[in-house]
């Protein structure tokens, strides 16, 4: 079965610091991953998405995402924070043995805070 | 929100009462999915659709149904409300359909189940 994890709820930043929030996955098949973020009382908006080649992928916002295959895991990155990232941000993932039009199965979700 | 508007946007009911939910597009996607959202769940799919008249269950079906009369229009219907379907229920459509598409969020609807 697909799964995601994000082992931390909150992550803590200063203004100007790098910042990671980590993803590991399980599928079954060759993964399609995603990234989203959620600001308050907002919906879901898309950040970035792995599909196949490169195993850095550049996103919204100055946001980026690293694949890593014998890790299971695809951590979101951002040289350096600013306080308007701070919202919910979300990982997903599809199994590519799926048939289309099937769910994206989501991560918990982790806070994230910048600090000025 | 890329074109995707939900109604109502707030809704506060009663436990027994029907509740129906609204999702319209504007963007003629072929795919369209109910989500809810719950502290500690991240997004759990209810129903999606692939076509007019064409659904199908997700995960946390129980309870929920839904109808596709129209391109742009997917509800959601909760038969007799239960206070464990308190949520935020948010809509996304899919371009593509492909396994490598995208999804799209409206802006959610916050429910209260008395």
């Known amino acids: 079965a697909q799964s995601v994890a994000q082992p931390e709820d909150q992550v803590n930043v200063a203004e100007g610091n790098p910042l990671t929030v980590k993803c590991t996955y399980s599928?079954?098949?060759?993964?399609?991953l995603f990234w989203y973020v959620q600001y308050p009382n907002r919906g879901l908006q898309f950040l970035l998405k792995?599909?196949?080649?490169?195993?850095l992928v550049k996103g919204s916002y100055g946001f980026e995402a690293e694949f890593n295959k014998s890790q299971t895991s695809f951590h979101l990155k951002k040289p350096s924070a600013l306080v308007s990232d701070s919202a919910l941000y979300f990982c997903?993932?599809?199994?590519?043995?799926?048939?289309?039009?099937?769910?994206?199965?989501f991560g918990k979700g982790t806070t994230l805070s910048v600090s000025s | 929100d890329a074109g995707i508007t939900q109604s109502p946007r707030h809704k506060v009911t009663e436990t027994g009462t029907p509740v129906t939910l609204r999702c319209h597009q504007t963007?003629?996607?072929?795919?369209m999915y109910w989500y809810r959202q719950d502290p500690g769940h991240g997004l759990r799919l209810i129903h999606y659709?692939?076509?007019?008249?064409?659904?199908d269950k997700g995960e946390v079906s129980d309870g929920y149904s839904v109808s596709r009369s129209k391109t742009e229009d997917f509800l959601l219907t909760l038969e007799s409300a239960t206070s464990s379907q308190t949520s935020v229920y948010f809509c996304?459509?899919?371009?593509?359909?492909?396994?490598?598409?995208?999804?799209?969020f409206g802006p959610g609807t916050r429910l209260l189940v008395l």
């Open positions: 963007e003629n996607h072929r795919y």
């Open positions: 599928v079954s098949g060759n993964p399609y």
């Open positions: 997903a993932v599809r199994d590519a043995a799926n048939q289309a039009g099937t769910a994206l199965i």
């Open positions: 996304a459509i899919s371009d593509a359909g492909g396994r490598q598409e995208t999804q799209y």
């Open positions: 659709s692939y076509g007019v008249k064409d659904t």
């Open positions: 792995y599909i196949t080649g490169d195993n």
